[in-house]
């Protein structure tokens, strides 16, 4: 998968703030600047995102044993807080920059620079999340491939995240041009599209993995402007 969102990615500069004076919510800073979230309609704040985490946490009921896995990890923004409360990583992304970031940061070798269609099997991991990636592949072919693939290397559910909602593409979009001056949104996203889903086609793909018990909701995230726009996706094996 070669895009303009890859090369953007591939290029993302990446530099280490780890250091025994800055605090856990200032690496995290960094980390969600890494990966995107630190301007505009994108931005999350370190605390509110700590939060999100939080409840995640409680409401999968994971465990200090268990291990997570993330697709298209980035920086490692969204596996920082379980490293911290020290759970098992891992996680790949088509950056070579950022996966080096991973390795660096988290101090292990379970990161890997691969597409989101390559994704290894095994070995298998508790909990397989996605954050915010899933609107970057070129298609639902290739999403349903990924998602897949996700299924087989999940041991107790997998957990897509932040996923466009396709019912409210239009407002989303309208409301998102509104935050540049005339024409400079177009301009600014000409070839960057992001791909929506509606919440049927992950209810068909989990019938069809022969995974039913699925759950669908709306994104949450305090402060988050894309959050209305947004829905989760948890599949449970």
């Not at 309609?41 to 999100?52: A, D, E, H, Q, R």
């Not at 996605?130 to 299924?151: H, N, Q, R, T």
């Not at 177009?186 to 209810?203: A, T, V």
Request: proline share 3%; with cysteine; aromatic share 14%.
């Amino acid at each position: 998968m070669e895009n303009n969102w890859q090369r953007i990615w591939k290029n993302r500069d990446v530099r280490n703030i780890v250091d025994a004076d800055v605090t856990t919510n200032e690496i995290l800073d960094h980390l969600l600047s890494i990966d995107g979230f630190d301007s505009g309609t994108g931005k999350i704040l370190s605390p509110n995102w700590g939060t999100f985490i939080e409840n995640l946490i409680n409401n999968l009921k994971i465990v200090k044993h268990n291990s997570i896995f993330e697709v298209g990890c980035g920086a490692g923004a969204f596996l920082y807080p379980f490293y911290k409360n020290g759970y098992e990583i891992g996680g790949i992304d088509f950056s070579d920059n950022l996966v080096k970031q991973c390795s660096t940061l988290f101090k292990n070798d379970c990161f890997k620079t691969c597409e989101a269609d390559h994704l290894e099997v095994d070995p298998a991991y508790d909990f397989v999340f996605s954050f915010s990636v899933f609107f970057y592949f070129p298609d639902l072919i290739y999403a349903s491939k990924v998602l897949k693939l996700m299924i087989e290397k999940a041991k107790k559910a997998v957990i897509v995240l932040d996923i466009p909602d396709l019912a409210k593409q239009e407002e989303c979009e309208n409301l998102r041009r509104k935050q540049y001056a005339p024409g400079e949104y177009d301009k600014k996203y000409i070839g960057l599209n992001h791909l929506y889903y509606s919440k049927d086609w992950f209810r068909e793909q989990s019938r069809s993995l022969k995974c039913p018990d699925i759950n669908i909701s709306d994104q949450n995230i305090e402060g988050y402007f894309n959050s209305k726009f947004r829905f989760n996706c948890i599949i449970k094996k």
